[in-house]
């Protein structure tokens, strides 16, 4: 059965690049790639041509997630079993597949609207090594694992469930979480060795996206995010802390485009089997509200 192998780049809509180009070299430490297009720049985490392009635009969300698989053959398969299943879709152009730079994908969206594409064959830019946009100790957990995760807006958790199944995803509930109005319970999925590349089931403010997460190899990368970030009193949602379900220490700030940011080191492996929590190991206190996790860890 034809899946999917890894998040490999997202689109996002900023509404200012500047801030972002600033906000992703020295707090996270991303590369800023600019190839002097009008309406779009790039930031690099690894030898990828690209793992993000950043759209000029009003809207500061996500505009589409980029689902890779193995080749052609596996993109035709994943064609049929989109057909099968009555999901409209269409293919990119040569033009298209140029301007995302991989040999091949399709557009299509999920059950909430979200933009989803499906491709094969990045260009990887190997004569350009990744240039961190600032001093790093280790670099960005990328490789097989994608380049993190995205928490998105769903409104049917069980439809979102199934439409991530049929791409190949599996995972379920991992928590039993408290907030404001009632417990939730986010469904988290995985498509590699990374915990999760997806989850969702948490309220949305009207964004399709709440937060993304990207890993440092190296706990002293985190620690220097997290001082910059403290040090430009940037809007902190969740403190340090240690997740029950992928053992990462993270914490989750305010990008520029509203929506947060989680840096996190040390996230294990996704496992076969599932389980569920209701707190996390240690940390993750609340600390800004009204920024899109008000949640109880
Ligand atoms: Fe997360």
Not at 50 to 60: L, P
Request: aromatic share 10%; net charge negative.
């Amino acid at each position: 059965m034809v899946a999917v192998t890894e998040l490999g780049y997202v689109g996002l809509t900023v509404s200012d690049p500047d801030a972002w180009k600033k906000y992703a070299s020295e707090c996270i430490g991303l590369e800023v790639y600019d190839e002097n297009e009008p309406d779009r720049f790039y930031l690099r985490m690894d030898n990828w041509h690209h793992r993000f392009v950043m759209h000029t635009g009003a809207s500061d969300d996500l505009a589409y997630m980029g689902w890779r698989v193995a080749g052609e053959p596996e993109l035709h398969e994943m064609e049929a079993l989109l057909r099968e299943n009555g999901v409209e879709y269409s293919v990119g152009t040569i033009e298209e597949n140029e301007e995302r730079r991989v040999l091949g994908h399709l557009k299509l969206n999920d059950p909430a609207g979200t933009p989803i594409e499906i491709f094969y064959g990045p260009r990887v830019d190997l004569h350009l090594p990744f240039h961190p946009g600032r001093r790093m100790h280790g670099r960005f957990v990328t490789n097989n694992a994608g380049l993190g995760h995205c928490l998105i807006a769903s409104t049917d958790l069980a439809a979102s469930y199934e439409f991530y199944r049929m791409l190949g995803l599996s995972g379920s509930i991992e928590y039993h979480l408290g907030t404001p109005n009632g417990v939730i319970k986010p469904i988290f999925m995985h498509c590699n060795d990374r915990q999760h590349s997806i989850a969702f089931g948490v309220p949305s403010d009207g964004k399709m996206l709440n937060h993304m997460m990207l890993e440092y190899t190296h706990l002293d990368d985190l620690g220097a995010s997290h001082d910059v970030v403290r040090k430009r009193e940037i809007p902190v949602a969740l403190q340090l802390g240690k997740h029950a379900n992928d053992k990462a220490l993270t914490f989750y700030s305010q990008t520029p485009s509203g929506w947060l940011m989680e840096l996190g080191w040390g996230g294990c492996k996704s496992e076969p089997q599932q389980s569920y929590h209701h707190l996390d190991v240690f940390g993750h206190g609340p600390e800004a509200t009204g920024v899109g996790l008000d949640v109880e860890l």
